[in-house]
Each structure stands twice: as structure tokens, then as C-alpha cells.
């Protein structure tokens, strides 16, 4: 019992001081975090006002006409019989397919789309179709809203559903054997 008492006394001395501590121990803990969100936000308001300034930049260069265009090469013909047309280089993906010979200037578009130069007929289409090509490379989908489609494969070209996602060299269409729509890269395919 003697022990007991002894026991009880220590902690009845040491407890308060215990917990007392603990508030500090907390309360600089909770500094340090506040100190360091407080850091996150001064920094990610520098990496935003930086980027603010870089969308006017581009901004105001798209509405001048200066901003620089990447060039492509235009694919190689291939000899083989089912030709697959791929893109090595580590720089670059088939989403940026290599410009071919379709015009890109405002004179040549109709409806929002590129018209080919040597031009395509237009006679006896469907509703809805802007004109007709034929495949000239075979091509390997890359996403889930691509078409693709073997040599010599007639497809459709239709409107965009929404004009803003057209993108340059890239056209809407749908496969005349199959009524499978996505989009592809007009430089592997001819109009008829």
C-alpha cells in the first residue's frame, strides 16, 4: 500500500506537467503545417500568375497570326501489301499527324472543314456528307474516338459535332462498309 501511495503521488506531480506539454508539443505541430500551407499557396500563386501571363501571350499571338505552326513530313508510300503506317520518332505521335496536301487557309474551308486542293466531287452524296475518300494508307487507331481503317476503304467525311474539337489535318468521318465514325488524319486518304 505504501508503494501504491508512493506511485500515486509522482503521477499526481508529473501528470499536469505531461499534459501541459503536450498542448506546446500540438501547438507547434500546428504551426509548422500552417507555415507550410501557407508556403504551398504563395507558391502556387506565382506558378498561376505565370501561366496567366503565358495563355495572354499565346492569346495574343493567335489573334495577331504570329504564332509559329509546327511542320510534318508527309508519309512515305509503303510497298507492302498491307502497309501500316507508324510514327517513330520520340518526338512525335500519329495525334500530330504529318501535313499532307490539304489546304489549311480560311479560302478553303467549308463549313469549318479543309477543302482538298485538286478538290473532291460532290455529286450524289448523302445527307450529311461533305464528300467521299478513299483510303491510301492503312491506320492504327490510337484513342477510342479514331477510325480506323485498311488501304482502299471508302469513308464519309461528315461535320464535326461541335466545330470547336477540330483539329488541324484531322478530319470527322464514318467508314461506308461498316457506318463505324471517328476521326482521322487526312493525309492518309484521297478524295474521290
Known sequence: ????????SELHDEL???HDSRILFLVTNMQTLFAAEECFHSET???YSELEGVVDKLAKEVQKG???????PKPQPI???NPVITNSS???TLASPPKGEWTSSDEGKT???DKFKNGASTDNLPPGVLYKVKATYKYQAEDMDELQFEVGEIIDVIEYEDPEEQEEGWLMGCKDSTGQKGLFPANFTKPI
Open 45 to 47: 500563386a506565382k506558378v
Open 1 to 8: 500500500k505504501r508503494t501504491y501511495e508512493v506511485l500515486n
Open 111 to 113: 463549313n469549318g472543314f
Open 79 to 81: 510497298t507492302n501489301a
Open 90 to 92: 520520340p518526338n512525335s
Open 16 to 18: 499536469p506537467a505531461l
Open 66 to 72: 504570329t504564332l509559329p505552326r509546327k511542320t510534318f
